[in-house]
């Protein structure tokens, strides 16, 4: 069993920064990737950008060169530092850790992003 638990949501202006924390229990490397994934209102989830256990990472086109994701296994522990933020990157964002052999993956419960104008 795998909780996932994310923190460093909040409000900022346009064109401000934010970090998102997603703090891992549990026996993480077992799995193959840890992703964020975001969801507005209305909208469905969005996958936002990923990274392995290999640190391979990859983004979304809507938020690359914007936002950069990292790990820290000692901490057990995936970053996503958000630079010059607008207004449609407002949602909820959502940890997300993936085995792909069994298709297991667990969720946090999300934390609450908004950018104002």
């Known amino acids: 069993q795998v909780q996932l638990v994310e923190s460093g949501g909040g409000l900022v202006q346009a064109g401000g920064s934010l970090r998102l924390s997603c703090a891992a229990s549990?026996?993480?490397?077992?799995?193959?990737?840890m992703r964020w994934y975001r969801q507005a209102p209305g909208k469905q989830r969005e996958w936002v950008a990923g990274i392995t256990f290999g640190a391979n990472t990859d983004y979304a086109d809507s938020v690359k060169g914007r936002f950069t994701i990292s790990r820290d296994n000692a901490k057990k522990t995936v970053y996503l530092q958000m630079n010059n933020l607008k207004v449609e990157d407002t949602a909820v964002y959502y940890c997300?850790?993936?085995?792909?052999?069994?298709?297991?993956?667990?969720w946090g419960q999300g934390t609450q992003v908004t950018v104002s104008s």
């Open positions: 549990g026996n993480i490397f077992s799995f193959d990737v």
């Open positions: 997300n850790i993936k085995k792909y052999a069994t298709s297991t993956e667990y």
